[in-house]
């Protein structure tokens, strides 16, 4: 018999039966429609308190997911720093906050936050931002923002981390 003559036919059946298995989770209906809330740090208490993050509990090695939001200092300062921009996405687990277009119709910012580390230094968070203006609704020009703008934002977070963290620590005596 030859084998080669079959083993294609065999990988796609293999493919196709691998991926007829069900997830009863993925699986349910909601059966209560979610209400958004609005407000960013309220959504990340929720979630925090939910599930120990997004993705899970950060804290158990080896498990694959980590309560990063809850126990990370500049990820909360970060929030509360740009809690009145709206944000297009926020990763706990990739390190990453980028707020959506923020401003009127001729001239709109947007800004990215990388964290790199938990510790509350400068050389812990990467803040860029970008500006958009608009001679018309078609005509459109995006430039990076300034430096010193940057570095407003990042000292602002810095800033509010500290300040964060002096009232956890005054909270646990």
Do not use: H
């Amino acid at each position: 018999m030859n084998l080669k003559k079959y083993l294609p036919s065999f990988l796609i059946l293999a493919i196709m039966v691998s991926g007829c298995t069900s997830n009863k989770e993925e699986a349910e209906i909601p059966t209560k429609k979610e209400i958004f809330e609005p407000n960013v740090q309220k959504r990340t208490e929720k979630y925090r308190d939910s599930t120990g993050g997004i993705l899970g509990n950060f804290s158990k090695k080896n498990s694959g997911t980590f309560d990063f939001a809850n126990s990370n200092v500049l990820w909360r300062a970060s929030l509360k720093s740009l809690e009145n921009i709206p944000l297009q996405s926020a990763s706990y687990a990739g390190g990453i906050l980028v707020t959506d277009w923020y401003g009127n119709s001729n001239e709109s910012i947007k800004i990215e936050i990388n964290f790199k580390s938990d510790k509350i230094e400068s050389s812990s968070i990467i803040v860029k931002s970008f500006i958009k203006k608009c001679q018309t609704v078609s005509s459109c020009a995006t430039t990076s923002g300034t430096d010193a703008f940057n570095t407003e934002i990042k000292t602002k977070i810095l800033s509010q981390a500290r300040q964060i963290s002096l009232e956890d620590n005054k909270n646990k005596k």
